[in-house]
């Protein structure tokens, strides 16, 4: 039997790799800040850049917008130049490059402290699968066909001729597991597959991935669970959780701990969708999912004034607006036909 050649579900434009290159190449120093509560996608995929733009002889600096660099990515190659914003000095840069953020907004810190930063006087390259990007950058590279900015790295740099090393490699596996759990999620196509499968030919290797993402936890995790659990609750078929500072103060833990929560709830039987709540400020931060093919978190949270993706997505709710923003999720949500978030998932 013929096998047809591989379907590819997107292309990248060798003209925007063209354009991106050409911008990066211009800087004296690339500053490549990281999008708020980092992921393994969110802090990887830009390492990979910065490893790549070496090769080239372009100097590049990682930094992370919030300051929070978690201990579950300490793993990444090159993790130890990564700077953490308002912890350590921040480099002179002429050239900013972000990659996984779908907002300038979600550069934290490193926007508000001085919003001129990123008004475009200093060049911005914009790398980013999130549909809901806002193409902000001097040169955008947005597909939000793939499933992880790493997918999109990866066909960059193979563009730009760079050689792709094990430390690249592992960099962009860990960027592919983080945002498609380890290749599970709908948007994981046989393009996200085969690219892993390249990444692993040169070199990467899954297992200590598989283990820092979805195995290892501090036990500031499962106090910070057993808390959330304890305080589920179901607004219609909306089932959700909110984490107060004071919960998280008790356990020693930080926000990010408990991204995989919502996954799992998401997948309750007789649920439409889930939602985290994350105490911020006066407000708070609202965490999104669903597994169900007719709903669409993103634009749910877009009427919020957040964003993300389909399946996933987050927003921002003021302390008084709480109840109505969950009853107004609740009703956005709920389907007619019986749920069955578990057979949906499969
Ligand atoms: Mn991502």
């Known amino acids: ?113 001085d919003p001129s930063r990123l008004d475009g006087s200093v060049p911005i390259v914009n790398i980013d699968h999130h549909v809901t990007n806002a193409r902000f950058g001097q040169v955008n590279v947005v597909v939000p066909e793939a499933a992880s900015a790493a997918e999109i790295v990866a066909e960059l740099l193979g563009a730009w001729k760079v050689e792709l090393t094990t430390p690249i490699a592992q960099c962009l596996l860990a960027g592919i597991y983080g945002d498609t759990l380890g290749l599970r999620t709908p948007a994981t196509t046989s393009c996200t597959m085969r690219t892993a499968a390249d990444l692993v030919d040169a070199g990467a290797n899954p297992a200590p991935i598989v283990d820092a993402l979805f195995r290892l936890k501090p036990k500031s995790t499962v106090c910070l669970w057993q808390r959330a659990l304890s305080h589920v609750q179901w607004t219609g078929t909306l089932i959700w959780t909110a984490l107060t500072q004071e919960t998280l103060a008790d356990c020693q833990a930080v926000p990010s701990e408990a991204e995989g929560l919502v996954n799992f709830l998401a997948g309750t039987e007789g649920s439409r969708a889930a939602a985290i709540l994350y105490e911020e400020g006066s407000g708070w931060r609202v965490s999104l999912r669903s597994l169900h093919e007719d709903v669409d978190v993103a634009a749910i949270a877009s009427t919020f004034g957040g964003g993300g993706h389909p399946r996933a997505a987050g927003c921002q709710v003021e302390a008084g607006q709480k109840d109505e923003f969950l009853r107004k999720v609740a009703e956005l949500t709920a389907g007619s036909s019986p749920s069955g978030a578990a057979s949906d998932a499969g």
């Open 1 to 113: 039997m013929t096998v047809s050649s591989p379907a590819r579900t997107w292309l990248l434009d060798p003209a925007d790799a063209a354009a991106a290159l050409q911008v990066l190449q211009t800087a004296k120093t690339v500053l490549l800040p990281t999008h708020q509560n980092v992921d393994a996608d969110g802090l990887a995929s830009p390492l990979a850049v910065q490893h790549g733009l070496a090769q080239l002889g372009v100097a590049a600096v990682t930094l992370v917008s919030d300051g929070q660099l978690p201990n579950s990515l300490r793993f990444l190659p090159g993790v130890e130049s990564v700077r953490r914003y308002g912890v350590d000095p921040l480099p002179d840069y002429d050239v900013l490059c972000l990659v996984d953020c779908s907002d300038r907004k979600r550069l934290d810190s490193f926007s508000t402290d």
